[in-house]
């Protein structure tokens, strides 16, 4: 027991050794008593979310706040409208400079496609070599130069230009000695290369990731490896031994007949590397019909057992979740509205809709919704959850057309749209009375949805049939 003690202290001591202590301060008197979440990204490829820290600043606005970090990487806070980032390197202390207060909207709250502006913060305590300084001047002179130049480089496909900036670039930029702007410098400039030749994605693919570091931690190095290795199950893959890959994808072990595949070329001898690229193609292949969500799950468990890496674990668990979100028979989020909560359909099939009120689908919707709420709604509960945004509109359209159903109004601060993932109005679930998912995307009203519910029907007559034997 003492010797797993001792192990247990020196495990965790080695592990702490690696992470670093990041300070943050500051004023900024717009934002008195608020909290501020500082975030970075869990792994490299599935934008999953992961806290640090919380700023939690006075009533002067004051703030002070510390996390651990092992390695340079971009964090993030989300400010209103604004979405601020920033660099932070370990053992590093910043004063950080926020932008004007500019809250979210009530529609953009609502808007499930709303974006907030990404701005890179500034610090009072920096210097001009100071890694956040270097990245901002860099990108200002890339960005306005592939602004000017865009259509010469990718629709003229003219590399010369490309190649002529980079140089100049690589030049003025030598002396600088820090790693990880030195590798966002190449890997920025190697965009505008696949920019001006992203048909060449061999030769892209060797030069820029084959038998190279895998630096995940550097946003440069990540954005061009999705460009290069976007959806490469469709594309990237084919470009090589399309009948391969398809064989290996009928197969009935697509990971081993996929790793199989892709060690056959001298790009992919690494493991990890293999592992992370064939996690982000199935991932990707859902979303291009090539993979259901189900097959795709399977594929990611199998890399996730047979990958000892850490980053590929992250990686295929929130890739998993992901493909796991409204799946059928996993647990739907919980959600309150008003005084309408999912709870309150323990015991019964519920029929939900996300709509908006002032579109003519509703208009179209609401008439089928009734004809279907009339016939079957003894056996199973509809609910409208509208995301309108002037609520005495909503008030009298539902004056005006009214239900025989609940239809609510969801509050601006709650966070149902983003639990449920809803991009698109109208979005229909079907629910089972286990409070699991039974069917989504639902069909509409008119999509033959009326199917669904005699099956319902159907089976609830037979367990109540079964039951009074």
């Not at 300070?23 to 979310?49: M, N, P, R």
């Not at 009533?59 to 920033?86: A, C, H, W």
């Not at 370990?90 to 400079?97: A, E, G, I, M, N």
């Not at 084919?238 to 595949?261: G, P, T, W």
Request: charged share 25%; aromatic share 14%.
């Amino acid at each position: 027991m003492r010797s797993l003690f001792i192990l247990l202290i020196l495990i965790t001591s080695v592990q702490s050794s690696f992470a670093k202590k990041v300070k943050l301060f500051g004023q900024h008197a717009a934002y008195a008593d608020a909290q501020i979440k500082v975030l970075c990204y869990d792994d490299a490829f599935s934008k999953t979310e992961k806290q640090l820290a919380t700023l939690q600043l006075d009533k002067q606005g004051r703030f002070s706040v510390e996390f651990d970090i092992d390695e340079t990487q971009m964090i993030f806070l989300p400010l209103g409208v604004f979405r601020g980032y920033f660099f932070a390197e370990p053992d590093k202390v910043y004063q950080l400079s926020l932008p004007p207060k500019r809250e979210l909207s009530p529609a953009q709250k609502t808007d499930p496609f709303f974006t907030p502006q990404d701005v890179l913060l500034g610090f009072r305590n920096s210097s001009k070599d100071d890694l956040n300084n270097l990245i901002r001047k860099f990108d200002n002179q890339f960005d306005n130069f592939v602004n000017q130049n865009f259509d010469r480089i990718y629709n003229q496909r003219s590399s010369s230009l490309g190649v002529e900036f980079s140089k100049q670039m690589i030049t003025k930029y030598t002396q600088v000695k820090n790693p990880y702007f030195q590798v966002y410098l190449k890997y920025r400039l190697g965009f505008l290369d696949y920019l001006s030749r992203p048909e060449a994605y061999m030769s892209l693919e060797n030069k820029y990731f084959a038998k190279k570091d895998l630096l995940l931690n550097n946003s440069a190095y990540t954005i061009l490896f999705n460009k290069i290795y976007n959806n490469a199950l469709a594309s990237a893959f084919h470009r090589r031994e399309k009948s391969k890959f398809i064989k290996a994808l009928e197969s009935k072990d697509v990971y081993q007949e996929l790793n199989k595949a892709m060690k056959t070329y001298s790009v992919y001898q690494n493991k990890f590397f293999r592992d992370l690229l064939l996690a982000k193609s199935v991932f990707e292949g859902t979303e291009n019909a090539l993979l259901t969500r189900r097959k795709a799950i399977a594929i990611l468990k199998q890399i996730h057992q047979n990958s000892k890496d850490d980053r590929v674990g992250k990686l295929t668990k929130n890739y998993i979740s992901k493909l796991s979100h409204l799946l059928k028979n996993t647990k739907a989020p919980h959600f309150k509205v008003g005084d309408i909560a999912l709870e309150n359909y323990k015991g019964k099939y519920l029929y939900l809709n996300f709509c908006n009120t002032s579109n003519s689908v509703w208009k179209n919707d609401l008439e089928s919704l009734k004809k279907l709420h009339e016939a079957f709604g003894k056996d199973i509960e509809f609910l409208s959850l509208a995301s309108d945004v002037d609520p005495i509109r909503f008030n009298n359209r539902l004056k005006q057309y009214e239900a025989d159903w609940p239809v609510v109004l969801i509050d601006k601060d709650n966070t149902i749209l983003k639990d449920y993932k809803i991009k698109v109005f109208p979005t229909y679930i079907i629910i089972n009375p286990e409070g699991k998912v039974f069917k989504y995307p639902a069909r509409g009203p008119h999509d033959g949805v009326e199917k669904d519910f005699v099956k319902i029907q159907r089976n609830l007559l037979r367990k109540n049939y079964s039951q009074q034997k």
